[in-house]
């Protein structure tokens, strides 16, 4: 399956929907809500394309999905719960043709100055952006839904802080749906989170590789250390305390990561993939592979 093209904002309301707010290109940011069933219409067309889009979207499908999300696969059996990020590219497919639920969709610029949404670990890499949910806990997230349905109804001067708020509120729903241990885990010192977190946007900044003429920069730990500016057995010390991994293996697993989402979803050959993600030799991308994922690259494409 090719990596489609990315979706905008405005090919999503022309393309889906059939109209573009006239305010979708000012610079305040963008945010709407919609049920499912406004959206899919009579005849929706599923599965969605596997591609990144320009915007942030917060879901809510009642059923059962397959969610195909970087190079994981989910299977959600109950409710659906996602927190897409826009750097991650992803499809999904629900078991009824016919989803009930409701969605979100909001730009970066929209809640610049109310809060860092990308701190939160279901926008981080290596996050749960997939909830499956309950029939109960799906009423708590639609009472959430309802709310900003009468909030961009009203004409409330001030209407768009109330709905940031409400975005927070579903934001901290799904992060106390997760594990605790995954919540308390980021919990660490102002400055191993400010480098750890610099890092990790760095790196996953060079992500998704979306054509076979697009090529990483930052492929070691001294790039990473470069950039950040600071001593590279620093960064290693700070990524060893917030994640516990060390910055080669944190490169590695990521680029791994991209590589089996490559292979999975393109038909590209080998060496193309390997020169993408810094290899210069597909033989050693070959040896790189198979360290991480077990494998050879031909037997996982496979």
């Not at 970066?108 to 890499?125: C, D, W």
Request: aromatic share 12%.
């Amino acid at each position: 399956m090719e990596i489609k093209k990315n979706e905008s904002l405005a090919f999503f309301y022309r393309e889906k929907l059939g109209v573009l707010p006239s305010d979708i290109f000012r610079k305040t940011g963008h945010f709407n809500v919609f049920t499912m069933e406004d959206y899919a219409g009579p005849k929706p067309a599923y599965p969605m394309p596997y591609s990144r889009k320009d915007y942030y979207k917060i879901s809510l499908m009642r059923g059962g999905h397959q969610v195909e999300y970087a190079d994981h696969t989910y299977h959600v059996k109950h409710n659906m719960l996602m927190f897409a990020n826009p750097m991650i590219p992803y499809n999904w497919t629900p078991e009824d043709p016919q989803p009930t639920g409701a969605f979100c969709v909001f730009t970066e610029e929209f809640m610049e100055g109310f809060g860092n949404i990308k701190a939160y670990p279901l926008y981080q890499p290596g996050g749960t952006p997939i909830l499956d949910i309950t029939d109960e806990q799906v009423e708590e997230v639609m009472e959430l839904f309802a709310q900003m349905f009468t909030d961009i109804e009203s004409d409330y001067v001030y209407k768009y802080d109330l709905l940031r708020n409400q975005l927070f509120a579903l934001i901290h729903k799904g992060l106390k749906l997760l594990p605790a241990l995954t919540v308390d885990q980021t919990v660490k010192s102002n400055s191993v989170n400010r480098i750890s977190s610099l890092f990790l946007e760095l790196l996953e900044r060079q992500f998704p590789i979306e054509s076979p003429l697009q090529q990483i920069k930052l492929k070691t730990p001294a790039d990473f250390a470069e950039h950040l500016n600071v001593h590279i057995n620093h960064l290693n010390r700070v990524l060893k305390t917030a994640t516990g991994d060390t910055t080669s293996s944190l490169i590695g697993k990521r680029v791994a990561s991209e590589a089996r989402a490559l292979l999975k979803h393109t038909n590209w050959n080998i060496s193309e993939i390997a020169w993408c993600l810094g290899f210069e030799d597909a033989s050693n991308f070959v040896k790189f592979f198979k360290k991480y994922s077990m494998t050879t690259p031909h037997q996982f494409r496979s």
